[in-house]
């Protein structure tokens, strides 16, 4: 009891402190009351006594393998009904789009006891599902007190994340220990959950289901980028703050021996492409972002530079690129996912700092199926050999949509562990 009105009163402090961040960021959201369990109406409030299967994913990549996810575990679940939570905005988004109409989307509560505890009791879910590894000792706990399992699929524990666990472990470790099911990525996250604190029986290697892709089912991004025939176009996606310095460099570097060459740098908060868009007026170019399209599609025939400044629209554009770097991994950020630009078999070129990717990149790398460079010189040294040589993009296309297929089966493996815990219910 005291630990938990401690931990109450750090995070609280916390919070508040933050707020003012958030305000400045823009990221203050409507949401935000959601996040203190003020959950408005629930759908289909009436069956609730039943119990939802509550699935959490923080963000757009997690909310990728929930929608994969709960496509395998719907038909199997009769009528059950879903909640689905998000942190990010972007995640809610990608949530709403694949919500059916009697689910509830909702912006996941902050760990304060009397927050969680409301929203648990609101909800009264029979299964929490959480995509990848959140670990939160009041939800955690509240979860456990009310007989409710929770399961972490995809799990997977970063170097970084681990340190942080292991120093607050004193602390963390009960919280672990009520992990009722654990599906990992790899033999290394079991391993890792098992010394956090998960009993080893609770803990099972699925494999990683985020090279279960699929391609989404619209056909085409909402405007077409206007790339004439013979015009080649570089697709930056997932960028950060002083990797897109590095990039528009790159490209001004090889414009003049590929004048046919264009650029769209999508930054992984496409809030930020304001930011961007004034970097590129600096360097000398006139930047369109994406949304201006619509309004005046004849507006970009002549542009050379775009800024994608839309949420949940990057897989199309990976769709129209030649050649793909994928960002993150020039900074030192741990890289973001390649397996999207896989899927579309596009020759993928990424930076050194793949740290949160490591399996994934160490696999592409082992079968030639994508290229690392280790700084801007490499960078621009690989892009030109691959717009010099339409055959090379195309075999390390084919080799990168090869990789993926060979170590697809994660989803399957994964919704027949949850099943096992779900029939228990």
């Known amino acids: 009891m005291h630990m938990r009105f401690l931990y109450d009163a750090v995070y609280l402090i916390a919070a508040l402190l933050y707020v003012p961040v958030l305000i400045l960021r823009r990221k203050l959201h409507r949401g935000f009351l959601m996040r203190l369990g003020f959950l408005g109406r629930l759908k289909g409030a009436q069956d609730y006594a039943r119990g939802p299967v509550w699935v959490h994913a923080v963000s757009v990549g997690e909310a990728m393998v929930a929608r994969g996810f709960l496509e395998a575990f719907r038909p199997l679940a009769g009528d059950r009904r879903f909640v689905i939570s998000t942190v990010t905005e972007t995640g809610n988004a990608i949530a709403r789009s694949m919500a059916k109409p009697d689910d509830t989307v909702i912006y996941f509560p902050l760990d304060l006891s009397f927050v969680v505890e409301k929203a648990v009791s609101r909800i009264k879910p029979c299964l929490f599902v959480c995509v990848e590894t959140e670990v939160w000792p009041n939800f955690i706990s509240t979860l456990s007190r009310k007989g409710v399992p929770c399961v972490i699929i995809n799990a997977r524990i970063s170097d970084a994340s681990l340190k942080g666990y292991r120093f607050l472990n004193f602390i963390l470790r009960r919280t672990f220990s009520r992990i009722g099911l654990a599906c990992c990525q790899t033999v290394a996250d079991a391993r890792r959950l098992i010394s956090l604190g998960v009993e080893k ?31 080649l176009l570089w697709v930056c996606g997932s960028t950060h703050p002083g990797e897109e310095e590095i990039l528009i460099g790159v490209y001004r570097s090889i414009q003049k021996r590929f004048p046919h060459l264009k650029l769209l740098i999508a930054p992984r908060h496409p809030d930020r492409a304001g930011v961007v868009c004034q970097l590129l007026a600096r360097n000398g170019f006139i930047p369109l972002p994406v949304s201006s399209l619509a309004a005046a599609p004849g507006e970009g025939r002549q542009q050379e530079v775009f800024v994608l400044d839309t949420v949940g629209e990057l897989f199309f554009y990976y769709a129209r690129a030649d050649v793909v770097f994928v960002g993150g991994s020039l900074v030192r950020h ?15 070129l990424f930076g050194p700092h793949m740290f949160n990717f490591r399996q994934v990149a160490a696999i592409f790398l082992q079968n030639k199926a994508a290229c690392a460079v280790g700084n801007a010189a490499e960078l621009r040294d690989k892009m030109a050999a691959l717009l010099l040589d339409a055959a090379l993009r195309d075999e390390l296309g084919r080799r990168a949509k090869q990789v993926l297929s060979d170590n697809q089966g994660a989803t399957r493996q994964t919704v027949s562990a949850v099943m096992e815990l779900y029939k228990s219910r």
Not at 207 to 220: S, T
Not at 223 to 230: R, S
Not at 334 to 347: D, F, R, S, T, V
């Open 334 to 348: 741990g890289g973001h996912n390649i397996l999207e630009p896989a899927l579309l078999a596009k020759p993928i």
């Open 201 to 231: 029986e609770r803990v099972r290697v699925t494999g990683n289901m985020k090279f279960d892709l699929k391609v989404p089912d619209a056909k085409d991004a909402s405007v077409a980028l206007p790339i004439k025939e013979g015009e």
